[in-house]
């Protein structure tokens, strides 16, 4: 998995990444039944606003120094220091009722063997939850790896998922996919 560098800019403001955060889990219903992966965690913002809504949270991430950070101070966010690609073939997301990339997933180089994996052994009614860059966003990773929203559900529903929503996040967007 590879970093980029936007100048702090993935989001915005702090204030704009609490309401990206607001409008992503208005969307995601999460209960204390809820196990989440936050795959790419970086600073663990999100995953400690998912862990304050869901049972628990396992935040994976190849910056090992990053997951020492505040917001990852909290009982139910279990921290993963390593390569996504390889915890992906090594462990079963069975467990996982949401999976969520934020600005990560097309950094994956091995994005059909995580879809593959996860088709093979999510249960019906989990959830694939992404936050990606709009192809023409002025920041962010180059260009050619950038995923257009119809390219992206495009990529998705071919292992066995459905995109049940999609929020319009200005530079970015979310979208998130139910296991059939």
Same mark, same amino acid.
């Given at each position: =998995?590879? +970093? ?7 989001? &915005?403001?702090?204030? =704009?990444?609490? #309401? $990206? @955060? ?5 969307? =995601?219903?999460?209960? %204390? ?10 600073? &663990? ?7 304050? *809504?869901?049972? #628990? ?8 120094? %990053? ?7 909290? !009982? *139910? ?12 073939? /090594? ?7 949401? $999976? ?16 593959? @994996? ?15 860059? +709009? !192809?023409?966003? !002025?920041? %962010?990773? !180059? ?16 292992? %066995? ?5 999609? $929020? /319009? ?12």
């Amino acid at each position: =998995m590879d +970093h980029h560098s936007s100048g702090g800019r993935q989001h &915005g403001s702090p204030e =704009m990444k609490s #309401k $990206i @955060a607001d409008q992503i889990l208005a969307v =995601m219903n999460l209960s %204390g039944a809820d196990v989440l992966a936050d795959v790419g965690s970086g600073d &663990g913002y999100y995953s400690s606003r998912f862990a304050d *809504n869901c049972g #628990k949270v396992v935040a994976i991430d190849a910056h090992c120094d %990053g997951l020492k950070g505040s917001f990852y101070a909290r !009982p *139910n966010i279990e921290t993963v220091c390593g390569d996504a690609c390889r915890w992906f073939k /090594e462990n079963s997301p069975d467990k996982f009722t949401h $999976i969520f990339f934020s600005n990560s997933f097309h950094d994956m180089s091995c994005q059909d063997d995580i879809l593959s @994996a996860l088709s093979g052994t999510l249960t019906k009614g989990a959830h694939l939850d992404l936050i990606e860059f +709009h !192809p023409e966003t !002025p920041f %962010g990773p !180059p260009k050619s790896i950038r995923f257009s929203k119809d390219a992206l559900r495009s990529k998705v529903e071919r292992f %066995g998922f459905k995109q049940e929503t999609f $929020i /319009e996040l200005n530079t970015h967007y979310f979208s998130s996919f139910g296991k059939v």
